[in-house]
């Protein structure tokens, strides 16, 4: 039976896509050959790729505004480095919202000088930062759009006149907003776009080219660029999900039609959480995110009960971050409001219990 998938990622993704990647797996558009095996310079797969990057920047409304999608190797944690190699020449701003904020500070010191204007690090992270002010003379400021492991998510997003940099590895795609304030986005596909392996980066052209040191070739924007994407062998399979994935979405009606039903499946989750009295929540509420809910019980004894009732209603990959501890109800774009209401009950049946 098909579990409901609320893992953190690699995660849950569009059950027709599974099964059009397995018969690509067997037989590519009757090729005679499957996915895994052709040329990555094949016609047909330099048109998935074509079609990927296409996708992504229409979905996201960039289409035509100076924007390249790539689709890049070694996850979300090579772009910690690669975009302070490319666009830190002096200082860089960071906005300190969780542990994957934390680690991409630690890459940009590398390079430059790091200011961290501000950090939710002093409440184990369980809010937004709001109303603090911006330093001038950055070369960028990064923030990260929905903290994963601790689940905040940036409602309102700071108004800078320096480039504005978003780790949207955990909700791109998942809710509309002016994707045109950022100049670089980036997101390790296997969070709600597709299986690990790739990491799809926007990036304004007129951003790159401006840093004075020797940059190699692998880490830099521009090779991938000029390359459409394709310097090296790109990972193949993921790009190909990752465009299955984006279809998916675009056919549903894009990002608003998803958003709506994101915010459904959090709200009947995040409704369950306040009102039964077994439960807390982690987040501060108005940061609380519409992608991963983080809560706890109340009271520990209870735990072998609600695990032992979970798993017998097929939920899988609920267990909370270490770092957090508690549960994690991750609700990616797949995830289907079924798959909460079946959570849902299991949380009310639980304090009919108790
Ligand atoms: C998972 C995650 C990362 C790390 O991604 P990798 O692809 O494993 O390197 C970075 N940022 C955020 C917000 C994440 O959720």
Redesign the pocket.
Known sequence: MKKHNFS??PCVLPQDVFKEASQAVLDFNNSGLSILEISHRSKDFVDVMDEARNLALELLGLEGKGYKALFLQ???????LMVAHNILQNKAGYINT?T?SD??IKEAKLFGEVVEVASSKNANYNYIPKGYSIPEGLDYLHI??????FGTQVKDFPTTDCPLIC????DIFSRELDFSKFDLIYA?A??NMGP?GA?LVIVREDLLGKVTRVIPSMLDYQTHISKGSMFNTPPVFSVYVSMLTLRWLKNLGGIKAIEEINTRKATLLYSEIELNPLFNGFAAKEDRSSMNATFSLADGDLKETFDAMWKEAGINGLNGHRSVGGYRASMYNALSMDSVGVLVDVMSELERKA
Do not use: L, P
Not at 144 to 149: A, Q
Not at 167 to 170: E, G, H, T
């Open positions: 953190a990622g070694g996850g979300a944690s090579t772009q910690f969780g994957w680690k991409s990260t759009s929905n903290n994963t492991i780790d949207m590895s955990s390790g296997q969070k690990a990491t």
